[in-house]
Each structure stands twice: as C-alpha cells, then as structure tokens.
C-alpha cells in the first residue's frame, strides 16, 4: 500500500451508525427517559423518531421529543444523570472499521465528526481506537451541529484544507446535508442516500481513497 496515494488529505468519519452500530443504545436511553417520566417506550415502527435518535445531538433529540412539554426540563435533568459506559454494551465496533484505519492510516490524516458530545473520548479508549484520529469534532465544540456545515467547517480548518481535500463517510440526512454545506465529497454507509459513493462494508473505502497510479 506504500506506492499509492491518496486522493484525500483527511479522511472524516460520522460515528454512530459508521463506526459503531448504536442504534440499541440510543432506544436503551431515551426509553430509560421516557421510562423515568412514566411514559410508554418509544415506538420502534415510527421511521422519523429513529431517524432523529440515531442521527442528531442529544439537544436536538431532547427537543424533538419534549419541545413544550411541561415535563421538558425534569427529562433533560434526568437524562444527563444516564452514564455512557451503562449503554456500552449494547454497542457494537462496524466490521472491518479497524482494518480499515490500519490500511489508511499513514497515508492521509483521520478524523471524527460526530453529534455525540460528551462521550467520544470514551469510546476511542473503550473500542481500542487511540492513536488513530488526528482530530475529533463533537457537538459540544460547536454552535450548531450537523446537519449544519459549522463541524465539518471546523475540521477543515483545523487541518488547513479545501473542502474537496476531505472525504466524509456518513449513515445520515445530517451528515449529507452537513458534507454538502461544507462542500466535501460525501460517502453513504449503509444508506440510501446519494453521495459520491454507496459502500455497505468499511474496506470499499480503500478504492475511492487511494488514488491509481
């Protein structure tokens, strides 16, 4: 792999839904909220609240579901007390995401831009992925997270690149409409959703990142 190039300088990865399967966690979480309220569980047919759940900030998520309700402040109080490492077991590492970092790392910077907040930093040290990310991007660095263009503008300007010089994978609206805002080359895992690429396995990646010679 030495011999080729790669065509982009940073590589930048959403991660729920790309590099960790966490749609369970998110359902154990914001069912342990509704739960706390006395509220029935939150209905695994509705498309939109799954959407919402596994793709946008807590914040937003919170709002969507408590925006005037008169309990809305008792469930952002409890939901804060819920500790990442309790829904830790109901994730699970994408198949072939580390091989596939082996495979990049060296020839273009890594990245992470994420709508978590406050608990990527464990989840890097807890899956085994120190060492790897050059730079990781969450909701709490920034005013407005994706599907707003603010946190993949600020990854670019960390490295000092061009939108066109990053290459963002992505599961979601979020992330498409934030790649587009920011105008960087978008790639859909395990989606629907057009992008320069539609890859169902993380080692497709390899051919559109390096570059033939």
Known sequence: MNELKSRYKVVIYDCDGVILDSIESNYVFYNRVMEFLGRPEIDRKNVDAKRVLHTYSFADVMEYFFTGDPQREEAFRFAKTI???????YMRME???VSTLDRLKGHTS????????ISMDMIIEDFGLTGYFDFVMTASQVTHPKPHPEPLLKVLDYFGIEPE????IGDGEVDMQSAKGA????????SHLPGLARIQHHAEIVQHVFAAQ
């Open 110 to 117: 890594l990245a992470v831009c994420t709508n978590r907040a």
């Open 183 to 190: 105008g960087v080359p978008f790639i859909s895992y395990k």
């Open 95 to 97: 198949d072939g995401f």
């Open 165 to 168: 010089e990053a290459l963002f």
């Open 83 to 89: 500790h990442y490492r309790d829904l830790m077991p």
